[in-house]
């Protein structure tokens, strides 16, 4: 590789004059050279020779008309032809039933979950309370310590602790991590209640109804 020697007043610099380093870094040809125009050009309109690398890079097309690699975007145009249209509506089709075909199955399942709650929360429940939930969506219990809670229709929310006149004090949410039918949800709050209600209490968020 051939070298040029260029002097300020603190330094000497041997620059190499061929090859691709030259190319780009030569300071001393800065009007044909890649990194000199970038960096040394002092004057306001820059003439950049057409041969030098980022003129081809950019300039979109060379003399010939062709497309240089960071030219104009030529962006390709997607044509579906007519077997892949067929194709691809086929595969939507089948997808589509697919998810229909899931919904439905969870949809009976659920359906035959809930139909099992009601009739296991009516095996636990007294004619009284079963007449009760039937007539107003609820029913009362006693707990294991005594208190009086009414359990409402539903999940979240749904019990509440009842003073001596039967006015709420504080409703209370406790329930599953996964779906379960509301019937099976009441179950368990009453269930628990009965059997260890300091559990109950120190799990379930507690609402104060009265100041």
Known sequence: MAFATTTSSNLTLNVPTAGTWATWMNPLTNSQQVFGTWTASTSTT????SNIIWRQ???GTDSTGTVQVFGIPQWGVWVETEDQRRDRL???RVQRE????RAKAQEEQRAKAKVRAKALLAMLLNDEQKKELRERNRFHIKSQLGRTYQIQQGR?????LLDDNNKPITRYCIHSTMYLPDEDEMVSQMLLLQADEQRFLNTANATRLVN
């Not at 820059?46 to 020779?49: A, L």
């Not at 697919?98 to 075909?101: F, M, R």
């Open 46 to 49: 820059v003439t950049i020779n």
């Open 57 to 59: 890079w950019t300039n």
């Open 90 to 92: 086929e595969r939507e």
């Open 98 to 101: 697919e998810w229909q075909a």
């Open 156 to 160: 979240a929310g749904n019990v509440v």
